[in-house]
C-alpha cells in the first residue's frame, strides 16, 4: 500500500523557473493539503483541498498554485521560483475532517 | 485562529531519561490533538491522538492526555532510547476545517 507519495523528492530551480510537485494518494481521501516546512517555522499551510474540484487557499498561498481534477492527485505549481521559495514542501491526505493526516515524503526545494 | 505552542528544543537526554514536552493549544470548538514524529530525512508519522477531553492516547511508550482546562497536550515518555531521536510536532485539528495547525517542533536528542 503506497500511501501518499510525493515527486521528485530533491529539485533544484533557478529563480523565475516554474514547475510542478506532484502528490498522489491510493486511499481514496478526499481531503488534501501542501505544507512546507522551514526551520524554526515548523509547518505551514499553503493550499487544501476537501474533495475533487474543491481547492482554497491556506496560510502561505502566494507564489502558488494547486489543482484538484481527481481524488488521488494533488499538484502544487511554483509560477515563478523564488529564493523565498525554497524549503521542504509535505503533501498529506486524510479521510475525514477531525481524523489523523498521512504524510508523504517530502520535496527538498532548492531555488537558486 | 487555532495555534499550537510547544516547547523549544533541542531537548538533550541521556538513554533511559525521562521525557517530557510540553504543548498547549487555542482552538474554536473541540479540537483533535495530535503528536507526530518526523524522524531525519523522513516524513511525518503519526505518533498519537487524542480526540476529546480526558482521552490518553499512547504508541511505542509515549503518552500524552488531552485537558481541556489547561488546554495541553504533553507528551511524556518513562524512558527513552536513542531511536527515539527525532523532531516531534503537537498539532491539532478542528473539525470544521480539514486541516491542521502545527506547533514549530522540539528536537529531542538522545545520547547512550
Known amino acids: 500500500n503506497a500511501g501518499v507519495t510525493q515527486t521528485p523528492k530533491f529539485q533544484v530551480l533557478k529563480t523565475g523557473q516554474s514547475m510542478t510537485l506532484q502528490c498522489a494518494q491510493d486511499?481514496?481521501?478526499?481531503?488534501m493539503s501542501w505544507y512546507r516546512q522551514d526551520p524554526g517555522m515548523g509547518l505551514r499551510l499553503i493550499h487544501y483541498s476537501v474533495g475533487a474540484g474543491i481547492t482554497d487557499q491556506g496560510e502561505v498561498p502566494n507564489g502558488y498554485n494547486v489543482s484538484r481534477s481527481t481524488t488521488e492527485d494533488f499538484p502544487l505549481r511554483l509560477l515563478s521560483a523564488a529564493p523565498s521559495q525554497t524549503s521542504v514542501y509535505f503533501c498529506?491526505?486524510?479521510?475525514?475532517?477531525?481524523?489523523?493526516?498521512?504524510f508523504g515524503q517530502g520535496t527538498r526545494l532548492t531555488v537558486v | 485562529g487555532n495555534s499550537v505552542t510547544q516547547m523549544e528544543g533541542p531537548v538533550t537526554l541521556s538513554e533511559e531519561a525521562f521525557l517530557t514536552i510540553n504543548c498547549t493549544y487555542t482552538?474554536?470548538?473541540?479540537?483533535?490533538l495530535f503528536w507526530y514524529v518526523q524522524y531525519p530525512g523522513e516524513g511525518l508519522q503519526l505518533l498519537l491522538k487524542?480526540?476529546?477531553?480526558?482521552d490518553k492516547g499512547s504508541n511505542k511508550g509515549f503518552e500524552a492526555t488531552y485537558r481541556k482546562e489547561t488546554t495541553s497536550f504533553h507528551l511524556e515518555k518513562g524512558s527513552v532510547q536513542v531511536s527515539d531521536s527525532a523532531v516531534y510536532f503537537c498539532a491539532l485539528s478542528d473539525g470544521g476545517y480539514s486541516t491542521l495547525t502545527f506547533g514549530k517542533g522540539t528536537m529531542l536528542l538522545v545520547s547512550p
Open positions: 482552538a474554536t470548538g473541540y479540537p483533535s
Open positions: 486511499m481514496n481521501h478526499e481531503y
Open positions: 498529506a491526505s486524510k479521510g475525514a475532517a477531525n481524523t489523523e493526516a498521512f
Open positions: 487524542a480526540t476529546k477531553a480526558d
